[in-house]
Structure formats: C-alpha cells, structure tokens
C-alpha cells in the first residue's frame, strides 16, 4: 500500500504503509533513497535501489497508479503521466583518486567486522586509515536478513546468563563435527580454520555483543546433534530483521566514532594490480548514483562481496553439475571482484554441486486464488499467519511423500531427505497421478513442506483436512505452465521430452516400494510412501531449486589471503571473506556460515594490519 498526495501540477509527499509483507531493512532503503530522488525530479522514472530491486519497483508501480487515478480524477488526458515518467539525466563526474591504507569492499557481516576491526587496531597505535564500500544502500548484507550465527562458549555471555558455565563440552563438540562431517572432501583444507571456531568463535562473538549485537542462550542447529553453539539473534527467530538492523547501525556507529569511513551505493568492480611488487595495491569503484569514478589506492584490499550467487553464468560454470539456479537470495551479489581476482590468477575452491540450496518452488507460482487468514502469527513476518491454495503446485515439489524425477524420468534422491531438489538439475519434476490427487483431496495433506519463504504461509496450510479446491488449482498450473498433464505414464514421459520406458519403470519401482513399505533404492521412510495408484491421468509438476548463495569462491590460505592458482604462491595484499571464500566453513553446524562471515571478517582484519605492518 501507498498514498500518493498532490496537487494541481507536482507530487507532494509518497508514504509506503507499514503494514506490508516486505522485508523491513530492504523496504526502508526504498523510502530514504528512492522516494526522495522521485519527490525531487517529479518523477518514476529514477534508478532502482540496488539491494532492493523487488521492492523499488512494487513502489515504482503504486506511485505510478495513484498517479493515474489522480490525473483521471482530475480531468487530464492520460498522456499527463508522461510529464511523472522522464528519466532523470546524470552529468558525468570527474575521476576521484583515493588513498587509504585499507579498503573493505562489502559491508555484509564480514566486511563490515572486518572494517570495525582494522579501525580498532589502527585507533590503538595513529591514525585511523579504512574505507569500506557497499553497492547497495543499507549495510549489513545478507548477514542483517538471517535468523542466528554459531559460536562455541563465549565467556562474556556465559558470564551474564549461564553463571559462568560452559555450555558445551569441546570434545564433545569436536566429535559432532567430526562426525558430521564424514565424507565431506573438504575436511582438510577447512581444517586450518577449526581451531579458530573451536578457540576463538566465542571470543567473536563477545566482541560483537560488545558493539551492539544482541543474542540469547543457545540452540541446536537444524541437524540435531545436541550441541548448544547456535546463537539467535535477540534470542529469538524470524521476523526481527528491523532490530537486527540496528545491530549494524551500532557497530557502524563505532566504526565512524574511530574515524572509518564508508560509501553506500558504491560498488567495486576491478583490483589494482603493481606487476613489479605481485600485490594488489587498491580498487576501482563508481557510485550506484551519479557515475562517480573513483580509484581507490591501498596496502591492502579485503573482500567481502557476497559471493557470486546472483550471476546465473558464473553459478553454471562453477557448479561441477553445470546447473545455474535461480537466487532467493541477495541478487547483487554478482561475483565482480572474485572475476577480478580470478583474472589475476587467483585460485578457487569449493566447487560444491547444488551451491546453498535451501529453496524450492514450482516453475510457475499461482496467484489467482484467495489468500486466507488463521489464527495465530507467522513467525518468519510477525504478521498474521496465512495459507492459500495457490501453495499446492509448490508442496506438491518439496513433500516428503511424493516422487522426484530427473530430466531422464529417473528417480533421483530421497524425497525426504534434506533439501533434496537441487540433485535433479535445474529442473526436477514431483508426479503424481489423479487417483493420488483426489485421495489428498478428500483426506488432505498428511505431511508437508515448504519452499523456505517462495508461499504464502510457514507451515501454515491445514493438514488432514479436505481440499475441495484441489483439481480447480491443477488446472490453473496446467493452464500457467508449471503442471504438465498426461493419460499414461507414457503419454506424460513424451510431453516432458522423456524416454517413456524409463519413466514408466520409475513410476512401476516406486509403487512397489510404496506398496511394500520398503524403499530398496534411496530408503525413504515408510511413513511417506505413498504410492500414485495404477490408474491415469498422471501429472508432472514442474519445480526449480532456488539458491540461497554461492558456496565456494576463493582460494585462501590460513591467514585469509587469497592465493594464485598454484595454491602456493599468496596475492600479497588481497584477503577474502565471508560468502567469497564459504568453502572453507570448517563444520557443518547450524549457524556456520553466518559465524564464518564475522571471524574470517575478524581475523583477515587483524592479519591485513600484520601484512601492513610487515611492508
């Protein structure tokens, strides 16, 4: 919802309603950035807020319709709009030329602690000399949008809620992640980095309270195994993004009061390279704004981009499977400075199939029928919780009792398992068959599970009750083109491009295992066995993985130095961070990557100040 006020001839004010479904971080960038340029210039027609893509253009689009219901209103001819849509024109800027000693690209969790800590380090011996840049227009990075972060015993925060006691045995802890990370072949580069989480994670952690952040006791992860290392931030989960925010504004506060500096909206793209030296000496930048050139000249460059999960080509070239999936999440994140690197000879590491797929969703999300409101709160918004059964395409992809296929017709993964869908490529197909459609229609879902944020209620759709709606939302998806319907199993396989036998012999093994109760190929549990009967029409939803970010990146050594593609020889000067080197998180515990974001942050800091020293 927007107001739009005017009067005969200008916009006078623009207010976005609180009461949206918007992630509240990204949705204010829009209103302190974009709303004021189109008061300003009397215009749509402005730059979209880098970072908030999504959310600049559903304001564009409700400014623009008041806009047109006011010039009707008002008697003027429809070309009036016009006058509202002229892009504004920028004046090219003069190149500006830098010096610092350090410069942060990112300002995500990583770079923004490691920027916090060069400015600590630096304060305790001179002059505080750090520039940290952020493409988009809010810090904070992906790291202000999640939920909670990993450490191990953090003293101070024992001290003021767990009498001093430790939480977790270490040993104990080691043995969970040892096991845990059975089969993983990146043990033993990550192992260089363990001692640092098992040691000092805590010590991070602390430091972060100590500059604002807030958490409560710890949790287990996702997996279960009994360790209380992760930490949720305000001690709870879900929708509290707007404080988490203001953990950020906190840090950054004493980020500036030491005398660091920072530019929003300003993006990184190329490294600066002395051949002689064989270090990279600064960066090249431009303002998201005005086209501002600037050269930033330093002793050290610190990389925290946030990987490369938002350039569809670069997560097709990287990914051993050769699948680019679509991005749930920061879509900014397109990988520019780890190409610049790369162009250097750096090396990469971490070429993990599948990248950090959390999602799924199907090909085509409906929208055509009613949202409905229950009682109760989601608690990933705060707002009231919901269901719809638009949602039925996309549980029919991520149940836990249905069958996935490949693109070859072949059954390819535990359906149960956990996030199963990247395996199928960057399209999988659930079947299932009429005869298995009206029995959940008249008995509804018994199991569940969700896209992770693509529907439109958290868990909240009704199990065990009819769904009278069922056929009404299949023909939609038919018609929009996510379900693909066919009388046989035959007829179905030649519609999707398949060899018939084969997906006929799937569906045959699957109903036998259904029928016996006893997956012989993957193991599924009986409980979510549910066999597609042996009658037609048979239905193919379509479902695509949708991915959370990149996982691998850059190749580091202990010190969080980039390293040449011989993995031997160091770029001197060049350290990555957080989403830019995730191959390295050293276990594989609930909150790993996030607490992967601070520490390399923390400590890339403290070895850039070492390097500099050193010269």
């Known amino acids: 919802p927007v107001t739009v006020t005017v009067d005969e001839e200008r916009i006078l004010d623009i207010q976005v309603a609180a009461d949206n479904a918007e992630t509240e971080p990204i949705l204010q960038t829009v209103i302190d950035n974009m709303i004021p340029e189109m008061l300003e210039n009397q215009t749509v027609s402005v730059d979209t807020v880098t970072g908030a893509t999504v959310s600049s253009a559903a304001v564009r689009m409700a400014v623009t319709d008041a806009l047109t219901q006011a010039l009707e209103a008002g008697g003027a001819p429809a070309s009036a709009l016009s006058q509202f849509q002229v892009s504004v024109k920028k004046e090219p800027q003069e190149t500006q030329v830098l010096d610092v000693d350090v410069v942060v690209v990112g300002m995500g969790g990583a770079g923004t602690a490691a920027a916090m800590r060069i400015a600590e380090l630096q304060a305790e011996n001179g002059p505080v000399s750090v520039l940290a840049l952020e493409k988009t227009a809010r810090y904070g990075g992906t790291s202000a949008l999640t939920t909670q972060t990993m450490a191990i015993n ?24 040892n096991h845990s990370f059975t089969g993983i072949a990146q043990v033993k580069e990550a192992d260089s980095f363990w001692d640092i989480y098992l040691n000092h994670s805590g010590d991070v952690l602390d430091w972060q309270i100590g500059h604002g952040f807030v958490f409560g006791a710890p949790t287990e992860g996702f997996f279960g195994d009994g360790q209380l290392v992760v930490y949720n931030y305000g001690g709870t989960v879900g929708a509290n993004k707007a404080e988490i925010a203001t953990y950020f504004d906190r840090m950054v506060e004493d980020y500036t009061e030491l005398g660091g500096e920072y530019l929003l909206l300003t993006e990184g793209y190329e490294l600066l390279y002395d051949e002689a030296s064989e270090s990279v000496t600064g960066v090249k930048a431009h303002s998201m704004t005005d086209g501002t050139e600037y050269e930033i000249h330093a002793k050290a460059v610190i990389l925290g981009t946030g990987g490369f999960g938002g350039d569809p ?140 944020f693509k529907n439109y209620g958290y868990n909240a759709f009704p199990l065990n009750t009819p769904v009278p709606e069922m056929f009404d939302v299949i023909e939609a998806g038919v018609k929009a083109g996510c379900i693909v319907k066919g009388n046989t199993p035959q007829e179905l396989a030649e519609q999707l491009g398949m060899d018939p036998a084969v997906l006929t012999k799937t569906i045959e093994d699957y109903n036998s295992y259904c029928a016996a109760g006893a997956d012989e190929q993957f193991g599924k549990d009986a409980e979510f066995l549910c066999g597609l009967g ?35 020889t160091p770029i001197n000067g060049l350290y990555a961070t957080g989403t830019d080197a995730l191959g390295f998180v050293p276990s594989a515990f609930g909150g790993d990557a996030q607490a992967w974001s601070y520490i390399s942050g923390y400590y890339a800091a403290e070895n850039a100040i070492e390097y500099i020293g050193s010269r």
């Open 313 to 452: 080509e670069l997560v097709r070239n990287y990914n051993s499977n050769g699948c680019s999936y679509r991005i749930i999440g920061s879509a900014q994140n397109d990988g520019k400075m780890l190409k610049s690197a790369w162009e250097l000879g750096a090396g990469s590491f971490g070429d993990e199939t599948g990248m950090n797929i959390h999602n799924a969703a199907p090909s085509v999300i409906l929208s055509e029928f009613p949202i409905v409101s229950i009682e109760g709160t989601d608690y990933w918004t705060g707002r009231p919780a919901t269901y719809s059964v638009n949602d039925i395409p996309l549980f029919l992809v991520t149940n836990k009792d249905t069958l996935f296929v490949n693109g070859a017709g072949e059954r390819y993964a535990n359906e149960a398992g956990m996030w199963p869908w990247w395996q199928g490529g960057e399209q999988y197909y659930s079947i299932t068959s009429e005869e298995r459609l009206t029995e959940i229609m008249e008995q509804g879902f018994t199991h569940t599970n969700t896209g992770l």
């Open 154 to 177: 953090p003293r101070q925060l024992e001290a003021e809620i767990n009498n001093g006691e430790d939480w977790v045995d270490t040993e104990a802890v080691v043995d969970a992640r």
């Open 534 to 568: 042996e009658s037609g029409p048979y239905y193919a939803v379509i479902g695509e993985a949708w991915n959370y970010s990149s996982s691998g990146g850059l190749y580091i050594n202990e010190n969080f130095t980039v390293m040449k593609e011989d993995l031997v």
